[in-house]
């Protein structure tokens, strides 16, 4: 009975710390899938059209996590490559928290 309890109480711990977490890799993924998009719909344009195009598609996908001033924009051959990178911290209690670093590129 008392091993029941301590793995139910594990269970417990680790759902708890999967709910506070998925949404932090839900908004990372959105954010990967917004640069992909804009780097596939703008092409060959320029750096200051790839901004307005991703300001554009955070506001629509409510991205607040990192700003188009945030990414780093380069070419790769014709390719236009957009990246980004950034810390998430996420509390899970009291004084334990979990430090994410997200990183992604629109090309891979």
Not at 6 to 11: A, D, K, P, Q, R
Not at 32 to 51: D, F, H, L, S, W
């Amino acid at each position: 009975m008392l091993g029941m309890l301590v793995v139910g109480i594990i269970i417990v711990f680790v759902a708890i710390g999967g709910l506070k977490i998925a949404p932090a890799y839900i908004e990372y993924f959105t954010v990967k899938k917004a640069i992909v998009g804009v780097a596939q719909t703008t092409g060959k344009g320029t750096v200051g059209e790839v901004r307005q195009a991703f300001d554009r598609r955070a506001q629509i996908d409510d991205i607040d996590v990192i700003s188009a001033k945030d990414l780093e924009i380069t070419k790769e051959g014709n390719d236009i490559v957009i990246s980004f990178a950034y810390p998430k911290r996420i509390s899970l209690f009291g004084n334990v928290s979990v430090v994410i670093e997200f990183a992604a590129s629109s090309n891979n």
